[in-house]
């Protein structure tokens, strides 16, 4: 007698045609040439920097001087945390050596970190903000990495890195690692927007899910609520109106990389407007608004300031920040309906 086992599920995930993240770039590409080997090879020292970042955070309490302050306060004025530190080095040690990356632009340096050896063959920028929602790293919740991928543009011999003073949408490629109970990598090079999730015991980000796609409309509406009270009264109507409505249900975890990526699967509205004090809200727009806006955007959703389209905000300084109002199309214009004319 023969008896039929189950087959267990995960194994079966693993006999399907394992896509890896390089592969996945040459086919998007549709070539080998040099350009798609560059963007490839990029998009892998991502992922490893992605990889050493998720270990370490999954052993953070168990190890000593992972967690906590630095008792610093970085270019933003913001205390900064010892993950910070790591994962910012961690990206920039990944590109050395490389010959792909010239300069590297983060929330957590003033100036671009530029890589000398690289910046003959090198004509890319990495754009990245290393943690996001590091208020989550000492509670053991989710936090991400964002990053853009941007074409240098002229010689930049002073080192003013005034070329990445442009709008979003000249980003070459674009993404985020989310560590959550999975760490998952999603990315585009302007050609839809894919998901990978990491195989621990393969060491490899798996492809997912391709060409994902934003539903019109969604229940979650995220945003701060602590702030009502700092907003313009445009943003406090919305909310009420919001509240009157059946259908929506509040939620936010403190980083938007997990907020945002809930929205894309979801659907709904994540916003960071504008506060009296700070009329151009706290989110970074290089490193931070622009490349989830060409991830939303490429999903077939939509991001603004509620003026104008994330994409097309020329910053006047590397680290610029904007309002954002970004996910759904039916929920963006539903916010920006209340901030344009009221209602
Ligand atoms: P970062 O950790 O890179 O400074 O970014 C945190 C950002 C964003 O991820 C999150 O949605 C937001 O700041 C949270 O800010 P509040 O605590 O003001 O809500
Ligand atoms: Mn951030
Ligand atoms: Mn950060």
Same mark, same amino acid.
């Given at each position: 007698?023969?008896?039929?086992?189950?087959?267990?599920?995960?194994?079966?995930?693993?006999?399907?045609?394992?896509?890896?993240?390089?592969?996945?770039? !040459?086919q998007?590409?549709q070539?080998?040439?040099?350009?798609?080997?560059?963007?490839?090879?990029?998009?892998?020292?991502?992922?490893?920097?992605?990889?050493?970042?998720?270990?370490?955070?999954?052993?953070?309490?168990?190890? #000593?001087?992972?967690?906590? !302050?630095?008792?610093?306060?970085?270019?933003?004025?913001?205390?900064?945390?010892?993950?910070?530190?790591?994962?910012?080095?961690?990206?920039?040690?990944?590109?050395?050596?490389?010959?792909?990356?010239?300069?590297?632009?983060?929330?957590?340096? #003033?100036?671009?970190?530029? %890589?000398?050896?690289?910046?003959?063959?090198?004509?890319?920028?990495l754009?990245? /903000?290393?943690?996001?929602?590091?208020?989550?790293?000492?509670?053991?919740?989710?936090?991400?990495?964002?990053?853009?991928?941007?074409?240098?543009?002229?010689? /930049?011999?002073?080192?003013?890195?005034? /070329?990445?003073?442009?709008?979003?949408?000249?980003?070459?490629?674009?993404?985020?690692?989310?560590?959550?109970p999975?760490?998952?990598? =999603?990315?585009?090079?302007?050609?839809?927007?894919?998901s990978?999730?990491?195989?621990?015991?393969?060491?490899?980000?798996?492809?997912?899910?391709?060409?994902?796609?934003?539903?019109?409309?969604?229940?979650?509406?995220?945003?701060?609520?602590?702030? !009502?009270?700092?907003?313009?009264?445009?943003?406090?109507?919305?909310?009420?109106?919001?509240?009157?409505? #059946?259908?929506?249900t509040?939620?936010?975890?403190?980083?938007?990389?997990?907020?945002?990526?809930?929205?894309? %699967?979801?659907?709904? =509205?994540?916003?960071?407007?504008?506060?009296?004090?700070?009329?151009?809200?706290?989110?970074?727009?290089?490193?931070?608004?622009?490349?989830?806006?060409?991830?939303?955007?490429?999903?077939?959703?939509?991001?603004?300031?509620?003026? %104008?389209d994330?994409?097309?905000?020329?910053?006047?300084?590397?680290?610029?920040?904007?309002?954002?109002?970004?996910?759904?199309?039916? /929920?963006?214009a539903?916010? #920006?309906? !209340? %901030?344009?004319?009221?209602?």
């Amino acid at each position: 007698m023969t008896i039929d086992l189950p087959i267990d599920s995960a194994d079966a995930g693993l006999d399907r045609d394992c896509t890896t993240l390089s592969r996945h770039v !040459f086919q998007q590409l549709q070539s080998f040439s040099p350009d798609a080997q560059d963007l490839s090879a990029i998009m892998n020292r991502i992922a490893l920097a992605g990889k050493l970042v998720a270990r370490r955070m999954s052993r953070a309490g168990l190890m #000593e001087g992972v967690l906590g !302050f630095t008792g610093e306060v970085n270019v933003q004025g913001e205390t900064v945390k010892k993950m910070d530190v790591y994962a910012n080095d961690v990206f920039i040690s990944v590109f050395k050596q490389s010959g792909l990356v010239c300069r590297l632009a983060s929330e957590e340096m #003033e100036d671009p970190y530029y %890589i000398p050896e690289n910046c003959p063959i090198g004509r890319y920028t990495l754009l990245y /903000d290393p943690i996001d929602g590091s208020s989550n790293t000492d509670t053991n919740l989710s936090l991400g990495s964002i990053f853009a991928i941007r074409q240098q543009q002229g010689e /930049d011999k002073d080192h003013k890195a005034t /070329d990445l003073l442009t709008a979003g949408r000249g980003q070459i490629a674009a993404g985020y690692i989310l560590y959550g109970p999975s760490t998952m990598l =999603v990315y585009t090079i302007g050609n839809g927007v894919h998901s990978f999730t990491l195989d621990p015991s393969l060491g490899e980000f798996i492809l997912t899910e391709e060409n994902m796609q934003i539903p019109n409309h969604g229940s979650v509406y995220s945003v701060n609520e602590g702030n !009502f009270w700092q907003w313009d009264e445009s943003i406090r109507e919305y909310i009420r109106y919001v509240h009157k409505t #059946e259908g929506y249900t509040a939620r936010y975890s403190g980083a938007m990389v997990s907020d945002i990526h809930r929205v894309l %699967i979801q659907g709904g =509205v994540f916003l960071y407007p504008g506060t009296l004090q700070k009329p151009e809200g706290k989110l970074r727009l290089l490193y931070e608004s622009a490349p989830l806006a060409y991830i939303i955007e490429q999903a077939g959703g939509r991001a603004t300031t509620g003026h %104008i389209d994330i994409l097309d905000v020329v910053p006047t300084k590397l680290h610029e920040r904007t309002p954002l109002i970004i996910g759904s199309k039916q /929920d963006v214009a539903k916010v #920006e309906s !209340f %901030i344009q004319n009221g209602y």
